[in-house]
């Protein structure tokens, strides 16, 4: 459990120290994740690079497309004031994590290659279709979110890459997002199963226009829940409607039981957040638009 | 009966609030002495397995380490409570996932956590016993298959899985049963929890050049342990030195030898001190939990609610040693009765080997399983025979001046009140059928355990005033109570008082922060001692003033009569210079309840003394879908017998409660294959402040003859009635029944599921 | 292992270590600078005793390397008010009963300080919220939620009171 501690002030200097120490290395952000695998025994690195010094990671930017650097804290997406209102999800995904010691710290980046399925955050991005940017030795590349993560602690980024930033669209007009959570108690936890949804509804405010669901914590990643967004496609958004893209969503899902909850649960969970998800949406765009 | 008093009955801050809100109050987790060395536990991650081989040798090499010793290392001492099951170090068998094999000291904590991965364990493992079905099983293995020979409690009953069995029997069950009009029979289960104390269980030792050791650990028993170390390290008492300067918490999880035999034996092998601290895997993996139970409830009752006959069994996993098991399956068969009653019983109470971590004392023991099972069995009742749970409480319930199970006379009896006034609080009569949501109640009782306490009281010339106890100070408010009761008594102010405690060298005896007793014992010693401070400092002032004792009185600090007057300070100075001091000893000893010896068989724990009683009740919400329960207001009403500080008691009311709602609704050590699997903070899941609701507490006074003021113990109680109250509440709200604990939204939303289908 | 010299700036005073790399802020309070005040525990993350102020943000201390903590202003319990004075957070909580055991008091205090920095007119649902990583097994919260919002009312009351800001 003992490491040497480098601080670079430069992403170039960040990506140089990643690729010397290759495997032996591991960036540190907010600690939160790999603090924990360390003291645990479950990751052993011989360097750790601290990001905290490395400029240009942690601007949130809102124009046209939203963008957030992988330094942005849950405490600064929790009091953005750009993301109370349709972008609402992405609060609500952000203030439920951990405590406020948690959440002072803990980044958008090394949340989402931490990879966890659970991670709800995470999940918010992928039901905004987020979009990541990575930065490497050979250069700069984008990699969606959806797939980026492929087991649980898994990501297709590169050993020398490092995650910049998170960004996804503009949200379209008649638009509203919402998250909820499941756990064993109201805070500190790991959710047992969690839901976002992306709705747009049509311009008489009725049907569905277009719908992004994503799921965590019942499936080895993150997933979106495409039959149920099909399904909801021109859809009038009734209760019935809702319940039944529940129903699908929950099929779709491939949750394990664990010491926190067994699989049947979780999907009975996704059943029951998935319509509450699309109903919050629904109120807040009615909300917004009236 | 009502007082009028200076000093108890106020809700006074207490008195080492200053330094723990500045942080200067000190730990045993924050106790360090120069040169110390940093000493680990090696452990087990077999549940049961032959010990063939410790290859050390590597270890001992490692810069930094200093010693590394196994059970050869150790006297070959066999230790315990009721049995001497139990040892330092694993000799040849391993007989849990977490039990000490081997134990280093180095000089920083990462060289001794080095040294510990460096030792190799060759062990070969045997066929575990998972839990108390397989340890009953016919041919099951033996957990210790010398059980035979071990030393033990000769009131015991032992039979080779078993070490204990505690049984009431009075009148007939069987007869009982045949006037009964309805039979319930109902099976619950309880998980294991830990106490959760915030601050890790903590020993620094360091010996002397007289062949003395001195301990500082955040025990909760420092007499007890001095006698267990003493018996470790094969020496006599008086080799032993126990001082406590600080507990974080402890809730019983502290009374048992902790980490206080490894610093020492550590220290005697480095001629160093030697500080060792348990980490978070430790405490939920080898720590001393609550016991997991199993409840079998068969109960006869007439068609109008009158209960004839209970027959009762409780299998507690009691884990890879005796422990506290035989006591807490005692108290058991108290519980399985309840404060009702019944005239026909036959209750047992068992207490079971298997291979996993030696299951302990935690806040209540047997009372949050024993009474989750009758109470919900009584609203099962209730609900079959169209009557309101209340009253069929009410029915039931003993009174003053009648028989416990044990035929103890039951004195100070405020269940009534306790029912009635939180029946009344939480809206009992205004219970409409609404979906999703509902009330619960449940009540019981407790004791106030006995056991002597000491205090020395001496009189400072400044006219402060230093009490001397025995006794640890836990979080509970205890010796600030006790504090109270000598200020009350001897005429002097609160901020007068200053506390010394918990030294086995230079503090009377005290058996301990344990069963709800320290401020009742502790504040009854005082009041001893200062009956004879009294009579010194009279006799004093007399002389002094030349005035006759019978025309003298104590007040404010001063002696007064006949227009002249003494300060307490005037009077300490004079002692000092003549007569040694103005200092009093003071002991106390609960007398012995009277009840039925011929009712009771292996019984440790035959009578509850001074029994307090409660009542709690809930009113909450269940989202039909997930299952998760919102408690909108939950109510307890205790029978305290006399708040000697209010505040401190709803305090720990409040706390209990809370504790109490994590058996209920969270909390569980999750075993599988003898193995932890949830052994960290992530996923053993205390609440926190957002699953706590708001606690209105009822102090109800039904003063006991005995206590302080009549004051009754009230620490443990708390504990108890929660999951009951859920449970029953839950029942009300959604008409499923939950007899496992804890009862998660899942296990809900399932059961409402199944309902449905 | 080499140590690093590191430069810490703890309760508005400078305090030069050598320590390794590898070695938590909560560790270095506690063994090299005697700040026994900020609790060890879990070392997780997961209870909050090790809590103290990072720039005036509550953090736990036990997931902080010493070495990214240089030059940051550092607040422990020992540096909220000057000796023999208390801040109006450590006296409601001393009024109101909210103190049992006190091992988890300091990191409370300090959680509860930052969050009344931040939101000088708090109500219940909110201090809960802020307190929900600060675990307590004795007091069952509620004593310590109306300390917390008694002296949010003190303060607003009078802000001089808050004594010594050493760090912030």
């Not at chain 2, 049995?83 to 068998?93: S, T, W």
């Not at chain 2, 301990?215 to 170390?229: G, K």
């Not at chain 2, 009822?698 to 005995?706: A, D, E, F, R, S």
């Not at chain 3, 609790?39 to 209870?47: I, Q, S, V």
Request: aromatic residues 4%.
């Amino acid at each position: 459990m003992t490491f040497d501690y480098h601080e670079p002030t430069s992403l170039r200097e960040a990506i140089e120290l990643g690729a010397r120490f290759g495997v032996d290395g591991r960036f540190l952000a907010g600690g939160t994740d790999l603090m924990v695998q360390i003291h645990r025994g479950r990751l052993n690195p011989r360097h750790v690079v601290s990001l905290q010094c490395v400029p240009g990671l942690d601007a949130i930017e809102v124009d046209g497309a939203i963008s957030l650097g992988a330094r942005v804290t849950h405490r600064r997406i929790e009091t953005t004031t750009d993301f109370q209102g349709a972008l609402r999800a992405l609060v609500e995904g952000a203030e439920v994590v951990g405590g406020h010691q948690v959440r002072n710290v803990a980044t958008v980046g090394g949340n989402i290659v931490n990879a966890s399925p659970a991670a709800d955050v995470v999940v918010v991005l992928l039901a905004l279709e987020a979009r990541l940017t990575s930065l490497g030795p050979a250069g700069e590349r984008t990699i969606a979110l959806d797939g980026f993560g492929t087991a649980p602690g898994v990501t297709v980024l590169r050993p020398n890459e490092l995650l910049t930033r998170a960004s996804f669209p503009r949200l379209a007009p008649r638009t509203a997002t919402a998250f909820l959570k499941a756990g064993r108690r109201r805070a500190m936890e790991i959710s047992i199963a969690c839901v976002a949804a992306r709705l747009t509804l049509d311009a008489a405010l009725e049907r569905c226009q277009d719908v992004r669901i994503a799921l965590g914590a019942v499936a080895p990643t993150a997933m979106r829940a495409r039959s149920a967004e099909r399904y909801l496609e021109g859809r009038p958004l009734t209760d019935e409607v809702t319940r039944e893209a529940g129903r699908i969503a929950a099929t779709e899902c491939r949750p394990i039981g664990d010491v926190r909850a067994s699989a049947r649960y979780r999907a009975l969970l996704v059943a029951t957040l998935v319509p509450r998800v699309l109903a919050r949406c629904l109120e807040r765009i009615r909300f917004h638009t009236s | 009966m009502t007082q009028v008093t200076r000093i108890v009955g106020r809700s006074v801050p207490r008195m080492d609030a200053p330094g723990k809100v500045t942080g200067t109050a000190l730990y045993a987790a924050d106790f360090a002495l120069p040169g110390m060395l940093y000493g680990r536990v090696l452990r087990s991650h077999e549940p049961h397995a032959r010990l063939v081989r410790l290859d050390t040798s590597r270890a001992a090499r490692l810069p930094g380490v200093r010693a590394v010793i196994t059970a050869p290392d150790v006297p070959d001492v066999r230790y315990g409570g009721s049995v001497k099951d139990e040892r330092v170090l694993a000799r040849d068998r391993i007989r849990f996932a977490g039990q000490p094999l081997a134990a280093v000291a180095a000089t920083s904590p990462d060289a001794a956590a080095a040294a510990l991965a460096a030792i190799e364990v060759v062990c070969e493992p045997l066929v575990p016993v998972l839990d108390v079905a397989a340890a009953l099983a016919p041919g099951a293995p033996l957990v210790h298959e010398a059980w035979a020979s071990y030393t033990a409690l000769p009131i015991l009953h032992r039979d080779r899985n078993v070490c204990n069995r505690a049984r009431i029997v009075v009148g007939d069950v069987e007869r009982g049963f045949v006037e009964a009009d309805r039979i319930f029979e109902n099976r619950f289960t309880t998980s294991s929890v830990h106490q959760g104390y915030t601050e890790p269980r903590a020993a620094v030792a360091q010996w002397d050049s007289s062949g003395l050791v001195t301990v500082w650990s955040n025990t909760q028993l420092p007499f007890e342990i001095q006698t267990t170390l003493a018996e470790i390290l094969q020496l006599p008492p008086s080799k032993v030195r126990i001082i406590v300067p600080g507990i974080g918490g402890g809730f019983g999880g502290k009374l048992r030898i902790g980490m206080e035999h490894f610093a020492a034996l550590l220290a005697m092998r480095t001629g160093r001190p030697v500080k060792v601290m348990t980490t978070s895997e430790e405490e939920l993996t080898a720590a001393y939990p609550r016991q997991p139970a199993i409840v079998e409830v068969k109960t006869g009752v007439t068609n109008d609610g009158r209960l004839t006959a209970r027959e009762a069994r409780l299998w507690f996993d009691t884990g890879a040693f005796a422990g506290s098991g035989p006591g807490v399956a005692s108290v058991a068969t108290l519980m399985l009765a309840g404060p009702y009653r019944i005239p026909n019983l036959l209750l047992e109470g068992f207490a079971v080997y298997t291979n996993k971590t030696n299951f302990g004392s935690f806040r209540a023991p047997s009372g949050p399983q024993a009474n989750f099972a009758v109470e919900s069995q009584m609203d099962i009742i209730a609900d079959a025979l169209g009557l309101d749970p209340l009253e069929l409480r009410l029915k039931n319930i003993v009174r003053e001046g009648e028989e416990g199970p044990t035929g103890q006379m039951l004195t100070a009896v405020g269940l009534e009140e306790c029912l009635r006034r939180a029946a009344d609080a939480i809206g009992w009569q205004d219970r409409r059928p609404e979906a999703g949501r509902g009330k619960g109640i449940a009540c019981g009782w407790w004791t106030t355990t006995g056991g002597s306490s000491g205090v020395y009281v001496k009189i400072n010339p400044d006219g402060t005033v230093a009490l001397n106890t025995g006794a640890a100070e836990i979080g509970t408010a205890a010796l600030t109570g006790a504090a109270q009761v000598l200020a009350e008594d001897l005429g002097v102010q609160l901020a007068d008082i200053n506390v010394v405690s918990a030294d086995t060298l230079s503090t009377p005896y005290d058996f301990g922060a344990q069963g709800s007793r320290t401020a009742f014992a502790v504040g009854n010693a005082c009041r001893a001692a200062v009956a004879d401070l009294k009579r010194q400092i009279l006799a004093l002032a007399s002389k002094h003033l030349g005035v006759e004792e019978h025309a003298l009185a104590l007040r404010e600090g001063s002696v007064v009569g006949e227009g002249k007057r003494t300060t307490l300070g005037e009077l300490a100075r004079i002692s000092q210079a003549s007569g040694g001091g103005l200092i009093a000893h003071g002991t106390f000893v609960a007398p012995p309840t009277p009840y039925d010896a011929k009712r009771v068989e292996g019984h440790v724990y035959p009578a509850f003394h001074s029994p307090s009683f409660h009542a709690h009740a809930a009113d909450l919400s269940v989202d039909a879908e997930t299952g998760e329960i919102t408690i909108h207001r939950y109510v307890v009403a205790q029978d305290v017998g006399f708040a000697v500080n209010p505040a401190a008691i709803e305090g720990q009311i409040e706390g209990g409660v809370a504790q109490g709602l994590g058996q209920a609704l969270s909390e569980e050590i999750v075993y599988e294959n003898g193995r932890v699997l949830n052994a960290n903070l992530t996923d053993y899941k205390m609440p926190t402040t957002l699953d706590v609701p708001r606690v209105e507490s009822i102090l109800v006074q039904h003063p006991t003859l005995v206590g302080p003021f009549g004051a009754k113990g009230v620490g443990e109680p708390p504990n108890i009635e929660p999951p009951a109250a859920i449970a029953n509440a839950v029942a009300s709200a959604t008409g499923v029944r939950i007899t496992t604990l804890p009862i998660t939204a899942e296990k809900v939303a399932l059961a409402l599921r199944a309902r449905a289908t | 292992m080499t140590r690093i010299p590191l430069s810490l700036i703890i309760n508005g005073q400078t305090h030069e270590v050598l320590a390794e790399p590898h070695r938590t802020l909560l560790d270095v309070l506690r063994t090299d600078l005697g700040l026994i005040g900020t609790k060890e525990n879990c070392l997780e993350a997961e209870c909050g005793v090790c809590t103290v102020l990072l720039e005036g943000a509550a953090v736990n201390a036990c997931i902080l390397l010493a070495a990214q903590c240089q030059g940051r202003a550092i607040l422990t319990i020992e540096g909220l008010a000057a000796p023999g004075q208390l801040h109006p957070l450590q006296q409601a909580f001393i009024d109101h009963g909210a103190v049992q055991c006190g091992y988890c008091i300091p990191g409370m205090i300090l959680a509860a300080k930052a969050y009344l920095d931040e939101n000088p007119e708090p109500d219940e649902n909110g201090v809960r919220e802020a307190l929900a990583g600060n675990l307590c097994r004795c007091t069952g919260y509620q004593r310590i939620i109306e300390a917390t919002l008694s002296a949010a009312r003190a303060l607003r009351a009078s802000p001089s009171s808050a004594c010594r800001e050493t760090a912030r």
